[in-house]
Each structure stands twice: as structure tokens, then as C-alpha cells.
């Protein structure tokens, strides 16, 4: 009777464990301690569920007595896996293809830089290359920044460069954002404030005619900085509450969609729809740049508000050996009809 009992007290931990993992948003534990990095990680964990269901299925076939148990477990976890890759899927794995650039249209590049590792030449040809027109850039200096910004000038695409810096100790600390000239002068919006932590700019037009640009970087989730993470999710979601405002946001995240429903909306933050999603592209992971995008955490993201249609997004793996743990992404947008 005691051996039922605890086989039975197991398989239903196992169960609760799986539910929380597969959907914690239907408890409302997504920004919960330990569920928060469980949930980043779905293609790991989903894979290691199929690696114990088909190691469970095994002593299973072996066992006697046990082999109920065994098996019972084998089929939550093979159903957990199930359930996790259909939520991937939807998600998708595909990535935008890019249109023909028409006029009005806004290319938008986000690369975390660990701390300037991959170096402003190289920083500023994929810009060149991907024709951006705004390029977020965290965990870069002042002095990467002004580099960039020369090299962009000297290929024939001139930006102006808006920073926010915390502190000139670490690099993690600093944020620049480049904002092509052709979109007229912008000023950074220091009223709006910041996240916690680590900086985000918020850059307006001086004119007001444009799109307000974020580039943002809320801090990990990591023990001890939770609250300010969450204070700087609620932070993002205040710059895209409203749905009529005209409003970019680029930057590593450090979250994924599903760190994001409590703000009301499973395809983006508040009114600001993630490009990635919106194309197919939201289950390729970002970061870390040593797991393949199927199995890496999608934490950096294009989002606009529904002034503008998402027409292209990819994630950039062609530079995982220049020195950043974070792909870069990059967005098209066009206005909406």
C-alpha cells in the first residue's frame, strides 16, 4: 500500500512539474523564480523529455512490478514533449523571408555585443550589409558606438548615435542606439526613464512625425535581480500600452513570449506584436550562441506596434564565432496600409 501510495504521489508531482513547464501562464507562475528559466529553455527541455520517456520505456520493459510506474511516467513525459514541440511549431522555426525594400519601409537590426566583442568593423558591415536603418546595440561602449557610427558613414548610410549609460565600469551597463538620418532628428526621452539595472533609450523624433524607438535591455532573470526584472518587462509594456501609439522596440529582452501574458497578450508585449512570431520565427533561439537556434532561448526581438506590418524577420547565425553569446536579429517593416 505504501509503494502505491508514493508511485501514486510521484506520477502526480511529475504531472504538476510537466503542466507548469509546458504552460505556466495557465497558473500564473511565468515570472516565478525557476519557472521563468525553465520556460526560456522549451527545445532542451522537450528534448530531454524524449530522452527520459525513452529511458523510463526501458527499465519499464525490464521491471516487474514497476513496470505500471515506469511506464506511466514514460507517457507524461512523451506527452510533455508532444505538447512542447506543437507549442514551438506554432511558433515556428522557419523565419521570414525579407521583401524588396520599399520606401517607407523600416529595417531594424539588435545585437547584444558582449561587451563590443565582435568589434565595430564588424558590427557595422552587417548593418551595412542588412541596410538598416535603426540598429540597437546592448552591452556596447560609447566608444564601439562612435566607431560604428563612422564606419556606417563612411559606407554611405549615416546615423545618428543615442546612448544611455548607467556607469563606464561595465560595457553590460551601456546601451547605443543608432537611428538613420533619413528619419530625421531624433532626441533621447529622458522623461520616459529607463529599466532597472541595466539602461534602455527611448528615442522620439524631434519633430514628432516617426516612430518612437526603444532599444532595450531589461536584466537577466537571474537570483536576486528578479524584481527588477519584472519592473523592467512592466517598464517595455508601459512604452507599448498604447495600441494607437507608433512604436519600435529592439533589444535583447532577456524573455521570451511566454513571460509576456500577463501583460495581455501571447504574440507580443501589450500592443507591441513581435516580429518574430508574427512571421513563423519565435522558437529560434537567440542566446546562447553555442546551442543551435532550435534549442537556444529567444529572448531578442523586434516589436512594433500595429502601425507597422512585420513583412520580414530572421535570425543571423552566420556570426556565432565573432565573440557575442547573442545572434543578432533583424526585422523589416512597413507601414500599415
Known amino acids: 500500500m505504501v509503494r502505491r501510495i508514493l508511485a501514486a504521489a510521484t506520477t502526480l508531482a511529475l504531472a504538476a512539474l510537466l503542466l507548469v513547464a509546458c504552460w505556466p501562464q495557465l497558473l500564473g507562475l511565468e515570472q516565478t523564480l525557476g519557472v521563468v528559466q525553465l520556460v526560456a529553455v522549451r527545445g532542451i527541455a522537450a528534448l530531454v523529455a524524449i530522452l527520459l520517456a525513452v529511458l523510463l520505456t526501458l527499465i519499464a520493459l525490464l521491471s516487474g512490478a514497476a513496470r505500471r510506474f515506469f511506464a506511466?511516467?514514460?507517457?507524461?513525459?512523451?506527452?510533455?514533449?508532444?505538447?512542447?514541440?506543437?507549442?514551438?511549431?506554432?511558433?515556428?522555426?522557419?523565419?521570414?523571408?525579407f521583401q524588396t525594400i520599399a520606401e517607407g519601409d523600416l529595417v531594424v537590426l539588435s545585437w547584444n555585443t558582449l561587451g563590443d566583442s565582435p568589434g565595430a568593423e564588424r558590427i557595422a558591415n552587417l548593418a551595412l550589409g542588412q541596410e538598416a536603418d535603426v540598429v540597437a546595440l546592448p552591452e556596447t561602449s560609447h566608444e564601439a558606438g562612435e566607431a560604428v557610427r563612422a564606419l556606417l558613414a563612411a559606407g554611405g548610410r549615416p546615423m545618428q548615435l543615442l546612448e544611455l549609460q548607467y556607469d563606464t565600469v561595465s560595457k553590460a551597463r551601456s546601451t547605443m542606439l543608432l537611428v538613420s538620418t533619413e528619419l530625421g532628428e531624433y532626441r533621447v526621452d529622458e522623461e520616459a526613464g529607463s529599466t532597472p539595472t541595466l539602461p534602455s533609450v527611448v528615442a522620439v523624433p524631434v519633430d514628432g512625425s516617426g516612430p518612437t524607438i526603444v532599444a532595450a535591455h531589461p536584466v537577466a532573470p537571474v537570483p536576486g535581480e528578479m524584481s527588477n526584472w519584472r519592473d523592467g518587462l512592466a517598464w517595455l509594456a508601459e512604452r507599448c500600452a498604447d495600441a494607437e501609439s507608433n512604436v519600435v522596440v529592439a533589444g535583447d529582452l532577456n524573455s521570451t513570449l511566454d513571460h509576456w501574458s500577463r501583460f495581455g497578450s501571447d504574440v507580443g508585449l501589450a500592443s507591441c506584436r513581435d516580429a518574430a512570431r508574427a512571421v513563423g520565427a519565435a522558437a529560434l533561439g537567440t542566446w546562447p550562441?553555442?546551442?543551435?537556434?532550435?534549442?537556444?532561448?529567444?529572448?531578442?526581438?523586434?516589436?512594433?506596434?500595429?502601425?507597422?506590418?512585420?513583412?520580414?524577420?530572421?535570425?543571423i547565425d552566420a556570426e556565432d564565432g565573432s565573440g557575442s553569446d547573442h545572434r543578432p536579429v533583424v526585422a523589416q517593416l512597413r507601414p500599415a496600409a
Open 72 to 97: 506511466g511516467l514514460a507517457v507524461l513525459l512523451l506527452a510533455f514533449s508532444i505538447l512542447t514541440a506543437g507549442v514551438l511549431s506554432i511558433r515556428g522555426f522557419s523565419g521570414g523571408a
Open 289 to 315: 550562441t553555442r546551442m543551435p537556434p532550435v534549442l537556444g532561448s529567444p529572448i531578442d526581438h523586434v516589436l512594433a506596434t500595429d502601425a507597422w506590418e512585420v513583412v520580414g524577420f530572421r535570425v
